[in-house]
Nanobody
Framework: QVQLVESGGGLVQPGGSLRLSCASS????????MGWYRQAPGKQRELVAT????????NYADSVKGRFSISRDNGKKTVYLQMNSLKPEDTAVYYC??????????WGQGTQVTVSS
């Protein structure tokens, strides 16, 4: 069973930056379209960024466009989320998983991002 392990979260002040990582154990990672999702307390999980299997195409939710950047390293079976100009409303648990119409894998534990002064 493929495992997804997210890391890199933490407490940051508004305007700060974080880089999240998600490592996959699966041998088919390079053919997966991937995405970063987040879930804030009391809210549904939402998709914030996607990247195609080869990394050529990325898309972002309007709420993070221009501030977040998704990338991947298929050799390391890892997808990243660079988050800049963080806002308190970005506070959530962040997860990675398959995206763009693909069935999701088992969810990892996520990584907590807290934006607060």
């Amino acid at each position: 069973q493929v495992q997804l392990v997210e890391s890199g979260g933490g407490l940051v002040q508004p305007g700060g930056s974080l880089r999240l990582s998600c490592a996959s154990s699966g041998s088919l990672f390079r053919v997966y379209h991937m995405g970063w999702y987040r879930q804030a307390p009391g809210k549904q999980r939402e998709l914030v960024a996607t990247i195609t299997s080869g990394g050529s195409t990325t898309n972002y939710a309007d709420s993070v466009k221009g501030r977040f950047s998704i990338s991947r390293d298929n050799g390391k079976k890892t997808v990243y989320l660079q988050m800049n100009s963080l806002k308190p409303e970005d506070t959530a648990v962040y997860y990675c998983n398959r995206a763009l119409g693909s069935s999701t894998l088992s969810w990892g534990q996520g990584t907590q991002v807290t934006v607060s002064s």
